[in-house]
């Protein structure tokens, strides 16, 4: 073997055994929740690397002809590199990096959901909330896979799925019920709401960019046509995550997805991938008023405030509509994209309402007991929306003085934190003693105080589900 | 002083007025936690610890650097988080601050002393030595812990660990006191390592003494 192979052989072999003490450094620490979707990803990096381990062993001479060698040579190398990458996924998912208390009650979203796949959460230094998934079960097809490698594949329940959330200094945890959007990402294929009474207005939605199109000599042609299916797609995906977040949340997700977006998104929030955010807004709030009484009717009578499309988001800009909106999109997309984007914003809007029903008939088959209702939030602006008040955290509730208490869900934790936050923040004392301003303080003590009521609630419902 | 029986802890957690209500929260098994006949709550180790560290800092000097007091704390522990079922070893003469599972909130007119238990006691663990809770405070109570024993002890999240004894406060014409404290670093509070030793005014007077003393030294 040349003296260049060999030198390659040894650098392969630092390489992964880097990768190895990384990992065994991984299995080391604590995840958050007891969450075991990051040590089944950490032993199939370990398979992979086992596998690459073994190609390394075998391109050895004089056992391996040169040519061979070299071939098993480099393909360790690749396995070494995309052992490099997979880990990559993990940062950011132990205990120090993502607030511990959370992650188990979102398990338990994620259980309610009847997600089977394995999922992690973990956080980055982003303003981002993410699901991400991958499918790498072809890996089991590598010649010679490693044993470890086979066995991990079958331990994880692909594709695998990995939710994102800001790093720690936007954590804010009444934020956090954004993770119930992105938990509907995972459940988006099994809502299928009936269309076909829109047929005429998807018709005219589509003559309309022909229009647009011809206007600016572009033909509507199969390759134009595949493009609206697949901006149409995500838009709708968008829309059923959101119904998601709404049913699991309630007027929390509202707040909590516009908070966030006021404080990292303040723009129209219009792309192939997304609809503007003052319609997700419009569309949101017209959910929350239906009904009767309605999540606003409930949040007015406890509050004596009214929920607004711009209660906590007035600096998120109204898209504008038409030519407008086509001229403007035309300069950063492209005529075709923008000619679809400004054509598919009525139509969506058109059949939204229709998709939150689907969602909800969906839901209310396979989790009615993970539904918040506005009977639900009127029972938790009461008695524990003025404990909060009085620095305790909505851990548990008695329905009357008789009966046992039983432990808040994850929603009506969001929602107390919620209402405290918008309407009686000046009521939470300022303890002074660090820096900053007097309401940041108060804030930071309401999350303190949220933080431990989803530690303490799950802590209730561990102990009562172990009997 | 009058010791709260178990009978009126009870009716008191179960107070309608928010004001008047103890909160022991989440008391997991209430009956075990609040024996008939005895006169305490029964609270139990949580899941946050820290761990003291060898640190770079000669001394805790709050009047050495108040800019990086604060921080000068959080770096002398290591946080632990142990989740139900995973345990802690608390090894001889080691000193460890713990949480209470239960978050505690006091009304106006009760106060509380925490006391270890015996058990644990006999064994060689100190369990708090701050033991008076005043009226009004809200929030996790902070165990400091400290193996006395020549054997480790393993601790898990849910044992019960200490007592809880209630007392009722009155004012000066022997009614319940309605006295609302000022706001204190330990109300609401839900974080085990302290923010400052001594109060603002304190810190200040001692500060100016401290000053007066230096420059008469330099004469």
């Given at each position: 073997?040349?003296?260049e192979?060999l030198l390659?052989?040894?650098?392969?072999?630092?390489?992964?055994?880097?990768?190895e003490?990384e990992?065994?450094?991984?299995?080391?620490?604590?995840f958050p929740?007891?969450?075991?979707?990051?040590?089944?990803w950490l032993?199939f990096i370990?398979g992979v690397?086992?596998?690459?381990r073994?190609?390394?062993?075998?391109?050895?001479?004089?056992?391996?002809?040169?040519?061979k060698?070299?071939?098993?040579?480099?393909d360790?190398?690749?396995?070494?590199e995309r052992?490099?990458?997979?880990?990559?996924?993990?940062?950011?998912?132990d205990?120090?990096?993502?607030?511990?208390e959370?992650?188990?009650p979102?398990q338990?979203?994620?259980?309610?959901?009847?997600?089977?796949?394995?999922?992690?959460?973990r956080?980055e230094?982003l303003?981002?909330?993410?699901?991400?998934?991958?499918?790498?079960?072809?890996?089991?097809?590598y010649?010679?896979?490693s044993?470890?490698?086979v066995?991990?594949?079958?331990?994880?329940?692909?594709?695998?799925?990995?939710?994102t959330v800001?790093g720690?200094?936007?954590?804010?945890l009444?934020h956090?019920?954004?993770?119930?959007?992105?938990?509907?990402?995972?459940?988006?294929d099994?809502?299928?709401?009936?269309?076909s009474t829109y047929?005429?207005?998807?018709?005219?939605?589509?003559?309309?960019?022909?229009?647009r199109?011809a206007?600016?000599?572009?033909?509507?042609?199969?390759?134009?046509r595949?493009?609206v299916?697949?901006i149409?797609?995500?838009?709708?995906?968008?829309?059923k995550?959101?119904?998601?977040?709404?049913?699991?949340?309630?007027?929390a997700?509202?707040?909590a997805l516009f908070?966030?977006?006021?404080l990292?998104?303040r723009?129209?929030?219009?792309a192939?991938?997304?609809r503007p955010s003052?319609?997700?807004r419009?569309?949101?709030?017209?959910?929350l008023?239906?009904?009767?009484?309605?999540?606003a009717d409930?949040?007015?009578?406890?509050?004596?405030?009214?929920i607004?499309?711009t209660?906590?988001?007035?600096?998120?800009p109204?898209?504008?509509?038409?030519d407008?909106?086509f001229?403007?999109l035309?300069?950063e997309?492209?005529?075709?994209?923008?000619a679809?984007?400004?054509?598919?914003?009525?139509?969506?809007?058109?059949?939204?309402?229709a998709v939150?029903?689907?969602?909800?008939?969906?839901l209310?088959?396979?989790c009615?007991?993970?539904?918040?209702?506005?009977?639900?939030?009127?029972?938790d602006?009461?008695?524990p929306l003025d404990?909060?008040?009085?620095l305790?955290?909505?851990i548990e509730?008695?329905?009357?003085?008789?009966a046992?208490?039983?432990?808040?869900?994850l929603?009506?934790i969001?929602?107390?934190?919620?209402a405290?936050?918008?309407?009686?923040?000046?009521?939470i004392?300022?303890?002074?003693?660090?820096?900053?301003?007097?309401d940041a303080?108060r804030f930071?003590?309401l999350?303190?105080?949220?933080l431990k009521?989803?530690?303490?609630?799950e802590?209730r419902?561990?102990?009562?589900e172990?009997? | 002083m009058?010791?709260?029986?178990?009978e009126a802890i009870?009716?008191?957690l179960?107070?309608s007025?928010?004001a008047?209500r103890?909160?022991i929260?989440p008391?997991l098994d209430?009956?075990?936690?609040?024996?008939r006949?005895?006169?305490?709550?029964d609270?139990?180790l949580g899941f946050?610890f820290?761990?003291?560290?060898?640190?770079?800092?000669?001394?805790?000097?709050?009047f050495?650097?108040?800019?990086?007091?604060?921080?000068?704390?959080?770096?002398?522990?290591?946080?632990?988080?142990?989740?139900?079922?995973?345990?802690?070893i608390?090894?001889?003469?080691?000193?460890v601050?713990?949480q209470?599972l239960?978050y505690i909130?006091?009304?106006?007119?009760?106060m509380a002393?925490?006391v270890?238990?015996?058990?644990?006691?006999r064994?060689g663990?100190i369990?708090?030595t701050a033991?008076?809770i005043?009226p009004?405070?809200?929030?996790?109570?902070?165990?400091?812990?400290?193996?006395l024993?020549?054997?480790?002890?393993t601790l898990?999240p849910?044992?019960?660990?200490?007592?809880?004894?209630?007392?009722?406060?009155?004012?000066?014409?022997?009614r319940?006191s309605?006295t609302?404290p000022?706001?204190?670093?330990?109300?609401?509070t839900?974080?085990?390592i302290?923010?400052?030793?001594s109060?603002?005014?304190?810190?200040d007077?001692?500060?100016k003494?401290?000053?007066?003393?230096e420059?008469?030294s330099k004469?």
């Amino acid at each position: 073997m040349p003296q260049e192979e060999l030198l390659a052989q040894q650098a392969c072999s630092f390489f992964l055994a880097r990768l190895e003490a990384e990992i065994s450094r991984l299995r080391g620490i604590s995840f958050p929740g007891h969450d075991i979707g990051p040590r089944r990803w950490l032993n199939f990096i370990s398979g992979v690397l086992d596998t690459g381990r073994q190609y390394l062993d075998q391109s050895r001479p004089p056992s391996t002809a040169v040519g061979k060698a070299e071939q098993l040579l480099e393909d360790a190398e690749t396995l070494g590199e995309r052992a490099y990458v997979f880990l990559k996924h993990v940062t950011g998912a132990d205990a120090t990096q993502i607030p511990h208390e959370i992650v188990a009650p979102f398990q338990r979203w994620v259980a309610g959901l009847g997600i089977t796949n394995t999922i992690f959460f973990r956080s980055e230094h982003l303003a981002n909330y993410e699901l991400w998934q991958m499918d790498a079960r072809a890996l089991k097809n590598y010649p010679s896979a490693s044993q470890s490698l086979v066995t991990a594949i079958d331990d994880i329940n692909w594709p695998i799925l990995r939710v994102t959330v800001p790093g720690h200094a936007m954590d804010m945890l009444p934020h956090f019920a954004v993770v119930a959007h992105e938990l509907g990402h995972a459940i988006q294929d099994r809502i299928k709401p009936d269309l076909s009474t829109y047929a005429s207005d998807r018709q005219s939605c589509d003559s309309r960019i022909a229009q647009r199109l011809a206007n600016n000599g572009i033909a509507f042609g199969s390759n134009e046509r595949l493009r609206v299916t697949t901006i149409f797609d995500k838009w709708l995906n968008e829309i059923k995550a959101d119904s998601v977040g709404h049913f699991l949340v309630g007027p929390a997700f509202f707040f909590a997805l516009f908070g966030f977006l006021e404080l990292a998104g303040r723009s129209y929030g219009i792309a192939d991938t997304h609809r503007p955010s003052d319609l997700r807004r419009q569309l949101l709030l017209n959910q929350l008023t239906m009904g009767s009484p309605s999540f606003a009717d409930v949040f007015r009578a406890k509050t004596s405030t009214a929920i607004t499309e711009t209660i906590n988001s007035p600096n998120i800009p109204a898209c504008p509509q038409g030519d407008t909106l086509f001229q403007e999109l035309r300069t950063e997309y492209g005529a075709t994209d923008a000619a679809i984007c400004t054509e598919l914003v009525p139509y969506l809007q058109t059949i939204g309402a229709a998709v939150f029903t689907a969602t909800q008939d969906y839901l209310d088959r396979i989790c009615p007991n993970l539904l918040y209702s506005p009977q639900q939030l009127n029972a938790d602006l009461g008695d524990p929306l003025d404990m909060l008040c009085a620095l305790v955290p909505p851990i548990e509730a008695r329905a009357n003085s008789a009966a046992d208490p039983e432990a808040m869900g994850l929603a009506s934790i969001l929602n107390i934190g919620w209402a405290t936050l918008l309407t009686r923040l000046d009521r939470i004392p300022d303890k002074g003693g660090s820096p900053g301003r007097s309401d940041a303080r108060r804030f930071d003590q309401l999350h303190q105080l949220l933080l431990k009521a989803v530690e303490l609630s799950e802590a209730r419902l561990l102990w009562s589900e172990h009997k | 002083m009058t010791v709260l029986s178990t009978e009126a802890i009870r009716r008191r957690l179960r107070e309608s007025d928010v004001a008047r209500r103890l909160v022991i929260s989440p008391l997991l098994d209430e009956d075990e936690q609040i024996k008939r006949g005895q006169a305490s709550v029964d609270i139990r180790l949580g899941f946050n610890f820290c761990l003291v560290t060898a640190s770079l800092f000669g001394s805790i000097d709050e009047f050495q650097d108040t800019s990086t007091e604060r921080k000068s704390f959080r770096d002398l522990y290591r946080r632990e988080y142990v989740p139900f079922g995973s345990s802690i070893i608390i090894h001889p003469h080691q000193f460890v601050l713990a949480q209470t599972l239960e978050y505690i909130r006091l009304p106006t007119d009760l106060m509380a002393y925490v006391v270890g238990r015996s058990t644990w006691g006999r064994l060689g663990l100190i369990v708090a030595t701050a033991i008076g809770i005043h009226p009004s405070f809200a929030g996790s109570l902070t165990f400091e812990l400290r193996n006395l024993g020549e054997t480790p002890l393993t601790l898990y999240p849910g044992q019960t660990i200490a007592q809880l004894f209630l007392h009722s406060v009155v004012d000066e014409n022997g009614r319940p006191s309605a006295t609302t404290p000022s706001v204190t670093q330990y109300v609401g509070t839900v974080d085990m390592i302290p923010q400052s030793i001594s109060s603002e005014k304190t810190r200040d007077r001692l500060s100016k003494l401290i000053e007066r003393f230096e420059t008469r030294s330099k004469i």
